[in-house]
T-cell receptor, first 112, second 119 residues
Framework: KNQVEQSPQSLIILEGKNCTLQ??????????LRWYKQDTGRGPVSLTI?????NTKSNGRYTATLDADTKQSSLHITASQLSDSASYIC???????????FGTGTRLTVIP | EAGVTQFPSHSVIEKGQTVTLRCDPI?????LYWYRRVMGKEIKFLLH????????ESGMPNNRFLAERTGGTYSTLKVQPAELEDSGVYFC?????????????????FGAGTRLSVL
């Protein structure tokens, strides 16, 4: 069964601290993996998209890693800001399929 | 550039009624997708349009759901008759390409969603 699991479900950190969110997937065959940020009341916004051959990709203070062998990805947020408070969703696309498989997300709260 | 817009933002209806959700994709995006998030669950795919044609509707839950994209521009998703389990947030997304080409053109841009509450 194609699944995407994320951990932790929720996380609270102090402003300025770093954090790492995890994503494990069983989607096969694998095409690419995306991390989305979803603010409350908004639609998901793409942060990164990584293919099989990419191990790491950065977008500002966000750095995503991908290990296609173990089917794991992580999203590292550096020097967190209050505006980073959101849900972070890991999404995997299956080769040859039209749909995307979504994780349930990690709810991050950054407090001052 | 305008993003993906969805209307209404929130709809409250009674069981058995009909509701129509609308999505306006980013101009020039041939690919349009509908997704749904039921309370506490992950976002799930419903269907995918390429221009006015349904490329994949494997995620549509049953025949009470009807999606159209006449003219290949905006799309509507009609639920008739609505049931309690249809409550959730319905997202629309669009992209330039679906596969091939640069990854950037495959990025799906999401609307803010329509929150549907069936009472």
């Amino acid at each position: 069964k194609n699944q995407v699991e994320q951990s932790p479900q929720s996380l609270i950190i102090l402003e300025g601290k770093n954090c790492t969110l995890q994503c494990n997937y069983t989607v096969s065959p694998f095409s690419n993996l995306r991390w989305y940020k979803q603010d409350t009341g908004r639609g998901p916004v793409s942060l990164t998209i990584m293919t099989f051959s990419e191990n790491t990709k950065s977008n500002g203070r966000y750095t995503a890693t991908l290990d296609a062998d173990t089917k794991q990805s992580s999203l590292h947020i550096t020097a967190s800001q209050l505006s980073d408070s959101a849900s972070y969703i890991c999404v995997v696309r299956q080769t040859g399929a039209n749909n995307l498989f979504f994780g349930t997300g990690t709810r991050l709260t950054v407090i001052p | 550039e305008a993003g993906v817009t969805q209307f209404p933002s929130h709809s409250v209806i009674e069981k058995g009624q009909t509701v129509t959700l609308r999505c306006d994709p980013i101009s020039g995006h041939d690919n349009l997708y509908w997704y749904r998030r039921v309370m506490g669950k992950e976002i799930k795919f419903l269907l995918h349009f390429v221009k006015e044609s349904k490329q994949d509707e494997s995620g549509m839950p049953n025949n009470r759901f009807l999606a159209e994209r006449t003219g290949g521009t905006y799309s509507t998703l009609k639920v008739q008759p609505a049931e309690l389990e249809d409550s959730g947030v319905y997202f629309c997304a669009s992209s330039q390409d679906f596969s091939g080409g640069s990854l950037a053109k495959n990025i799906q841009y999401f609307g803010a969603g329509t929150r549907l509450s069936v009472l």
